[in-house]
């Protein structure tokens, strides 16, 4: 029976520039960091979450699939804040690149769309309260 799950993978053409978008600029924490057959292992983490994002150096899978919508579909990554417009200052101050100037409320609650050095976009969400 599954458990969990432990990666989800990002395609990224520099695992230096990478990390520092997603530690540096997200605030992620870096996890893994190993060089093996397949090449450089590098995962970061929302701390206390166990799930890891795998940042794999592959240059053709960087960015948004072919023909994607970008109005209407989400990025590959969908994290989620409890202080949504605190967070964004603080990217925003760290140099992340949004898509919009500010978050934006709807009925779900706020949303705002990062987006990392390789065009990845990067969904950023706080749930509403009840």
């Known amino acids: 029976m599954l458990t969990t799950i432990m990666y989800v993978t990002i395609y990224v053409t ?11 600029g997200l605030g992620l924490e870096k996890r893994i ?17 166990p799930v890891q994002i795998l940042l794999w150096s592959h240059a053709a899978g960087a960015g948004q699939p072919g023909g994607a919508d970008r109005d209407g579909a989400p990025g590959p990554l969908i994290l989620e804040s409890d202080d949504l417009r605190k967070d964004f200052e603080i990217m925003r101050s760290r140099g992340v690149t949004f898509e919009e100037p500010e978050p934006e409320d709807y009925p779900f609650g706020v ?20």
């Open 33 to 49: 960091d190993v060089t093996g057959p397949d090449g450089r292992f590098l995962t970061v983490g929302v701390p206390g979450s």
């Open 111 to 130: 949303r705002v769309e990062a987006v990392d050095p390789d065009g990845n976009r990067i969904s950023l969400r706080q749930q509403r309260k009840p």
């Open 14 to 24: 520099d695992q230096d520039r990478a990390l520092e978008f997603y530690a540096g």
